[in-house]
């Protein structure tokens, strides 16, 4: 009986080793093809590897640490021919001290004060209101919302999908962005929805600016994106959440990754994580010690009137702050959406939406009584 038992022991490990090694090649296949299509980005690999296969296990099912996993590298628009700001900083693997603040092999970004002196934020103003000015400049900048980009949400959509990671050189406004953007960006695990970062803010700021953005992109549609805001100084950034937190001392805070669906009413297949900070007028700097992502299981019972759970599509379940949509009756056919959200068959169509159902299909479309949003205040100073 012993023996049948430790047969069993061993061919369950010999499994469970093969599988990790074959995750670790499929992603270190998919990070040698990224790192070949963004030759033109500044690349960051952490130096801080682990062979030990227990490392891989916690890598592949339990907490990651991004700044250690070894699959991951950090890119970056700091050192690009067509950035030249003096003073902008993006590094890994940092140790130092700022402010009094000390790190150790954690991360350190700052973008240099080399916009233009005034009192108007000509740089933030210039790219947010002139007559075709959009966010999409992925591959030098962090994505924002344009007046010209609220105008036709679909549009916008189209401008920021598809984009398969190289550098648009002949992209002038990349010049400018450059001046008050410095970012970082790494594509997260699948099947992770909690981040867990430490951080400080080394310099603060005063006006137009944020000391940091923490903004999760859907891979497939960077013009999908969730953002938190840390001490952002006037109304601009699109943020979707944000606090204020005191300067010179680390500041611990949970991301719970699964905002981004209860906004956008869909997950999705794969996120990007981008740290960053804007400014306009100043130099804030912001340095983290500790990032990492894991999974956390959240209440996902849906309980019918048999008391049975029910799945919701390919789903086990929703969670608590989700309800399940169908087409009629179907198994197959259904999706977790935000119960803020109506259903449109299938589909989790917004409230002010109308929501349409033909023989042919549904569709959920904006009303087209929608009235343009008028021009932000930002686009009327002088």
Not at 337 to 365: L, R
């Amino acid at each position: 009986m012993a023996a049948r038992h430790f047969a069993a022991s061993l061919a369950a490990c010999i499994v469970l080793a093969l599988f990790v090694n074959a995750q670790q090649a499929k992603q270190e296949g998919e990070q040698c093809l990224l790192q070949r299509s963004r030759s033109k980005i500044r690349t960051h690999v952490s130096s801080t590897h682990s062979k030990d296969h227990a490392h891989d296990f916690v890598a592949v099912f339990g907490e990651i640490d991004l700044f250690k996993h070894k699959p991951l590298a950090w890119t970056t628009n700091v050192g690009q021919d067509f950035h030249d700001c003096s003073g902008s900083h993006f590094k890994t693997n940092y140790s130092g001290t700022r402010s009094g603040m000390v790190v150790k092999d954690g991360m350190i970004l700052k973008v240099g004060h080399c916009a233009p002196n005034g009192t108007v934020p000509t740089v933030t103003q210039g790219i947010s209101c002139q007559a075709n000015a959009t966010g999409c400049h992925m591959w030098c900048a962090p994505v924002w919302q344009s007046y010209h980009d609220t105008q036709d949400w679909g549009a916008f959509d189209e401008r920021c999908r598809g984009w398969d990671g190289e550098s648009v050189s002949n992209d002038a406004g990349c010049v400018k962005m450059g001046q008050i953007f410095t970012w970082a960006r790494v594509e997260l695990p699948q099947h992770k929805n909690h981040l867990a970062l430490t951080y400080a803010i080394t310099k603060n700021c005063t006006r137009w600016c944020s000391p940091l953005w923490v903004t999760i992109y859907d891979k497939n549609n960077w013009a999908k994106a969730y953002r938190w805001c840390v001490n952002r100084k006037d109304d601009w950034g699109m943020c979707d959440d944000e606090e204020v937190v005191s300067k010179g001392t680390w500041h611990d805070k949970a991301f719970d990754l699964s905002k981004f669906m209860q906004k956008h009413g869909y997950l999705a297949e794969e996120f990007v994580l981008e740290l960053a900070v804007y400014s306009e007028f100043e130099d804030p700097e912001v340095m983290f010690n500790s990032l990492k992502l894991s999974h956390v299981n959240e209440d996902s019972s849906v309980i019918t009137e048999s008391g049975d759970e029910e799945n919701c599509g390919s789903q086990p379940a929703c969670g608590v702050e989700h309800q399940c949509c169908r087409k009629g009756n179907s198994e197959v056919e259904a999706t977790c959406c935000p119960k803020a959200w109506s259903c449109c068959e299938d589909s989790c169509c917004p409230n002010y939406y109308n929501c349409t159902i033909t023989d042919a299909g549904h569709t959920c479309k904006p009303p087209i009584e929608h009235v343009p949003l008028a021009p932000p205040a930002l686009c009327s100073l002088a």
